[in-house]
């Protein structure tokens, strides 16, 4: 019996997809709301730092460093002094 492989596009895999459909444009960098984008980073900050403070209580110092570092990562966010 022979295998059945995937259909694989006509445009190949690098071909640009549309940017905008019958929903609108998709969301991206330039279209979110300022507000969103500070809440979400808010609740990511306060997250990582919960996970912080778990590794150290478990005694596991480069996990909680890890997640110290993606909390500043958000607290920098929020503050605006995100360099992309």
Wanted: hydrophobic share 25%; aromatic share 8%; charged share 25%.
């Amino acid at each position: 019996m022979a295998k059945r492989f995937p259909k694989r596009s006509r445009q190949g895999p690098n071909y640009p997809r549309p940017t905008s459909g019958p929903r609108g444009p998709r969301p991206g960098p330039g279209n979110r709301g300022g507000e969103n984008l500070i809440a979400n980073a808010k609740r990511q900050y306060e997250r990582y730092l919960a996970l912080a403070r778990t590794a150290v209580l478990n005694g596991d110092d480069v996990e909680a460093q890890n997640c110290y570092q993606h909390a500043e990562h958000f607290f920098r966010t929020m503050m605006g002094q995100d360099a992309n």
